[in-house]
């Protein structure tokens, strides 16, 4: 079920590591020292506020998809702390990063279409 007022503190929180993460306030070199393209997805957030589920795309190599999101569990405390900093919350939830490949997908999708209407273009 999808909660209106988990939804808003959802993306306010993406809002948020979003900015970290473009603006280079995290000092890890996995995070920031990548030639990637880094993006926050979305973001889950559990019911009782306790968890967020931030899902993280990578566009680029794999092995840098791994060294983000490590660099970016490492960095979790201080990501809370900026979090709890911008949303006015009692209890800032505790935020776990997963990898999500939808827009890998997306592209990989694309270029079937696109590959499809060339060939069709071709009879």
Same mark, same amino acid.
Not at 68 to 90: C, D, P, Q, T
Not at 97 to 105: A, C, M, P
């Given at each position: 079920?999808?909660?209106?007022?988990?939804?808003?503190?959802?993306?306010?929180?993406?809002?948020?590591?979003?900015?970290?993460?473009?603006?280079?306030?995290? *000092? /890890?070199?996995?995070?920031? @020292?990548?030639? #990637?393209?880094?993006?926050?997805?979305?973001?889950? $957030?559990? =019911?009782?506020?306790?968890?967020?589920?931030?899902?993280?795309?990578?566009?680029?190599?794999?092995?840098? *998809? /791994?060294?983000?999101?490590? @660099?970016?569990? #490492?960095?979790?405390?201080?990501?809370?702390?900026? $979090?709890? =900093?911008?949303?006015?919350?009692?209890?800032?939830?505790?935020?776990?990063?997963?990898?999500?490949?939808?827009?890998?997908?997306?592209?990989?999708?694309?270029?079937?279409?696109?590959?499809?209407?060339?060939?069709?273009?071709?009879?």
């Amino acid at each position: 079920m999808s909660y209106a007022r988990t939804r808003r503190i959802g993306e306010e929180i993406k809002k948020v590591i979003t900015e970290l993460i473009t603006e280079q306030k995290i *000092k /890890d070199t996995r995070v920031t @020292g990548t030639r #990637s393209l880094v993006s926050v997805t979305t973001v889950d $957030v559990v =019911r009782d506020l306790t968890y967020a589920y931030v899902y993280i795309s990578v566009l680029g190599k794999e092995e840098d *998809k /791994d060294k983000v999101l490590e @660099g970016l569990k #490492s960095a979790s405390g201080f990501i809370r702390k900026e $979090v709890g =900093r911008a949303v006015n919350l009692r209890h800032t939830p505790e935020i776990i990063f997963k990898g999500d490949d939808s827009i890998e997908r997306g592209v990989n999708m694309s270029k079937l279409i696109n590959n499809l209407n060339i060939g069709s273009e071709e009879e």
